[in-house]
Nanobody, 135 residues
């Protein structure tokens, strides 16, 4: 059973940085894609960034337009940990952030590139970590 545990959330001022971590267990990194989602009060859950496994030690990365150039997703397979480095944070980044994952199965990189931000593509979810950005 895949288990995901997020950490690293907190409160920062606008322009600050945070790094979220997602410790994963019960999976094989080369067989799973993973992503970060966020949900603000009263809003739908939205995809922030995701990775799709490529050749050993490489992966494809995808980002929402709202975070491109500010957020970086990465993965340390040796530690079974997914990261989200968030720089130049804005008040509109305030939300609960969730880590998610699922087996690649038959989903190709081309398919995933057009669907990575859809929550229904992921079967495994963490409990979330809160990020609050004040102006």
């Amino acid at each position: 059973q895949v288990q995901l545990v997020e950490s690293g959330g907190g409160s920062v001022q606008a322009g600050g940085s945070l790094r979220l971590s997602c410790a994963a267990s019960g999976y094989i990194a080369s067989s799973y894609f993973m992503g970060w989602f966020r949900q603000a009060p009263g809003k739908e859950r939205e995809g922030v960034a995701a990775i799709y496994p490529g050749n050993p030690k490489t992966y494809y990365a995808y980002y929402a337009d709202s975070v491109k150039g500010r957020f970086t997703i990465s993965q340390d397979n040796a530690k079974n940990t997914l990261y989200l480095q968030m720089n130049s944070l804005k008040p509109e980044d305030t939300a609960m952030y969730y880590c998610a994952a699922d087996r690649v199965r038959s989903r190709t990189p081309v398919y995933f590139g057009s669907s990575w931000y859809q929550a229904y593509e992921y079967n495994y979810w963490g409990q979330g970590t809160q990020v609050t950005v004040s102006s």
